[in-house]
């Protein structure tokens, strides 16, 4: 399986785009790259999901250079309730036996 | 509301004693997993049923773990033997089998044990 490296922790203001990297250097052929939400005490929920290029959804838009080996998560104009803990996970497997790294614990100021 | 819903939510349990969680999925989704979750980590797969067929059991699922789905709706996770380790909040999610990436879950079963 794929291994995901992507920052603990980041900050940003009411209003900013804030954008995630996450780094999978050894990304299979096969593997999609996808994204979860977790806010506190709830589950986590899924956010985008892409292969190659660009995919945008009314949450967030996800950006994939040609080689694949990483991937950005842009969320537009984020409010106080983005906060929240951000999954990057790649698997090309079919069992969806999900593999969640630590995430990144993004903060929204006001 | 038509998502996942565990219950209970949370329990307190004394070591030793035996505990059962239950996972009521989106009604259409034929695909149950079983997750657990410590504090600062991402969850962690233990195992998934495909209508009532168990298909994959991590090995974090000792064999004081059972997990079951007997009709292919609702399942049932029981943790025999409770230790202090096993304190964790448990998820479960569900999906289709064809967006088996997108899965949707529940709030979660914290479990506390004494």
């Known amino acids: 399986l794929a291994k995901t490296t992507q920052p603990i922790s980041m900050d940003s203001y009411e209003g900013q785009e804030v954008n995630i990297t996450c780094s999978h250097n050894n990304i299979a052929t096969n593997d999609y790259i996808t994204w979860y939400q977790q806010f506190p005490s709830q589950g986590p929920r899924f956010i985008i999901q892409g292969y190659k290029t660009k995919v945008t959804n009314e949450v967030a838009s996800l950006f994939i250079p040609a080689d694949r080996k990483s991937s950005t998560l842009s969320l537009p104009r984020v409010s106080l309730s983005d906060t929240a803990v951000y999954y990057c996970l790649v698997d090309g497997g079919s069992q969806g036996n999900l593999i969640f790294g630590k995430g990144t614990k993004l903060s929204v100021k006001p | 509301d038509t998502g996942v819903s565990q219950n209970p939510r949370h329990k307190i349990t004394k070591r030793g004693q035996n505990v059962t969680f239950r996972c009521d999925p989106i009604?259409?989704?034929?695909?149950l997993y079983w997750y657990r979750q410590t504090l600062g980590q991402g969850p962690e797969f233990l195992t998934y049923f495909q209508n009532e067929a168990q298909l994959e059991k991590s090995r974090l699922l000792s064999d004081r773990f059972s997990a079951e789905r007997p009709k292919g709706s609702f399942s049932t996770l029981e943790i025999q033997r409770t230790e202090q380790g096993d304190s964790a909040m448990y998820l479960c999610a569900s999906s289709l089998r064809g967006s088996a990436y997108e899965q949707y879950f529940g709030p979660g079963t914290r479990l506390t044990v004494t």
């Open positions: 009604s259409e989704h034929n695909r």
